[in-house]
């Protein structure tokens, strides 16, 4: 059974860094391409940052200079550096994983994460 499980969230002060992990059982990890999304009260789920399997990355701009999303492919783990963080950023963070093969798309989910920055 496929497992992806974050950890690393909690309670930090406008201007600091949380540094959250996503570890997976997924089989041949580095052929996935691992997603971060959150989601605040009342709000969309809202992709935050992507690497590929070919460690390329992107992010979306509100993040952008602050965040850096990273991957241990000998350890199948995922990781979001966050930087300077603002009250916005407050939300549940969740860990995504994604490939699709011979048509086929494999898609899965962590649990969630709650992140809060708040004086």
């Known amino acids: 059974q496929v497992q992806l499980v974050e950890s690393g969230g909690g309670l930090v002060q406008p201007g600091g860094s949380l540094r959250l992990s996503c570890a997976a059982s997924?089989?041949?990890?580095?052929?996935?391409?691992m997603l971060w999304y959150r989601q605040a009260p009342g709000n969309q789920r809202e992709l935050v940052a992507v690497i590929y399997n070919s460690g390329n990355t992107n992010y979306t701009d509100s993040v952008k200079g602050r965040f850096t999303i990273s991957r241990d492919n000998a350890k199948s783990t995922v990781y979001l550096q966050m930087n300077r963080m603002k009250p916005e950023d407050t939300a549940v963070y969740y860990c995504n994983a994604v490939r699709i093969t011979n048509f086929i798309k494999y898609n899965y989910w962590g649990q969630g994460t709650q992140v809060t920055v708040s004086s």
């Open positions: 997924v089989n041949i990890f580095r052929l996935y391409d």
